[in-house]
């Protein structure tokens, strides 16, 4: 003999497609637009952390080759400034001239040759000499420390290196000092005497 089954007043559960009357495997057409609408959204979200994530992570390592590359910023600016010096020297030593001045033409010949090793040492870093002579003024290369009147040269044109600029890669250093030629007076040159 068979037990019976033990009768409950619950009515058996349904999948919520058949309490719709809709066929078991089916979803309604509603929850399904739904469902779509969620899994866009979500897939869009998705897509848009992971931009994201990709953007930061450029952005980071970008930072972190620029901060390599321009680090040593504030030692060059002190190093060009002995580079100045040594240039310095080297227009004011008085040239060999037979006269028994062999050892300044050796100690003249010494500092030019640390000069140049210097800024061998500059450039194998990145940090490159501005040299303006005979160029167009650039505002952002050059600094003017005064005009000189000349016909020889067109007006704007750098005629005089106070003292040369550097940049270090792409970025500028220390800005060229410089004199920049503008036109000569209305009658300068002119004999007025008759």
Same mark, same amino acid.
């Given at each position: 003999?068979? #037990?019976? %089954?033990?009768?409950?007043?619950? /009515?058996? /559960?349904?999948?919520? @497609?058949?309490?719709?009357?809709?066929?078991?495997? =089916? *979803?309604?057409? @509603?929850?399904?637009?739904?469902? !779509? *609408?969620?899994?866009?959204?979500? %897939?869009?979200?998705?897509?848009?952390?992971?931009?994201?994530?990709?953007?930061?992570?450029?952005?980071?390592?970008?930072?972190?080759?620029?901060?390599?590359? $321009? @680090?040593?910023?504030? $030692? &060059?600016?002190?190093?060009?400034?002995?580079?100045?010096?040594?240039? !310095?020297?080297?227009?004011? *030593?008085?040239?060999?001239?037979?006269?028994?001045? &062999?050892?300044?033409?050796?100690?003249?010949?010494?500092?030019?040759?640390?000069?140049?090793?210097?800024?061998?040492?500059?450039?194998?870093?990145?940090?490159? !000499?501005? =040299?303006?002579?005979? =160029?167009? $003024?650039?505002?952002?290369?050059?600094?003017?420390? $005064?005009?000189? =009147?000349? &016909?020889?040269?067109?007006?704007?044109?750098?005629?005089?290196?106070?003292?040369?600029?550097?940049?270090?890669?792409?970025?500028?250093?220390?800005?060229?000092?410089?004199?920049?030629?503008?036109?000569?007076?209305?009658?300068?040159?002119?004999?007025? #005497?008759?």
């Amino acid at each position: 003999m068979a #037990e019976p %089954k033990p009768q409950s007043d619950a /009515p058996e /559960p349904q999948a919520p @497609a058949e309490a719709e009357g809709v066929p078991a495997g =089916e *979803a309604p057409p @509603a929850a399904e637009e739904l469902l !779509r *609408a969620e899994l866009a959204e979500l %897939k869009d979200q998705l897509l848009r952390a992971l931009a994201e994530a990709d953007n930061q992570r450029k952005r980071a390592a970008r930072e972190r080759d620029e901060t390599a590359k $321009f @680090a040593i910023a504030g $030692f &060059a600016r002190d190093v060009v400034q002995v580079a100045d010096d040594l240039e !310095r020297a080297l227009a004011s *030593a008085p040239r060999a001239g037979g006269d028994g001045q &062999a050892s300044i033409a050796s100690l003249v010949e010494g500092v030019e040759l640390t000069r140049r090793s210097l800024q061998a040492a500059l450039d194998r870093h990145g940090v490159r !000499r501005i =040299e303006p002579l005979g =160029e167009r $003024f650039d505002h952002n290369l050059h600094e003017a420390m $005064f005009e000189v =009147e000349t &016909a020889d040269a067109e007006p704007g044109t750098v005629v005089q290196v106070v003292q040369h600029g550097y940049r270090i890669h792409d970025r500028l250093l220390r800005a060229a000092r410089v004199a920049v030629a503008k036109p000569p007076a209305p009658g300068a040159g002119v004999d007025t #005497e008759a």
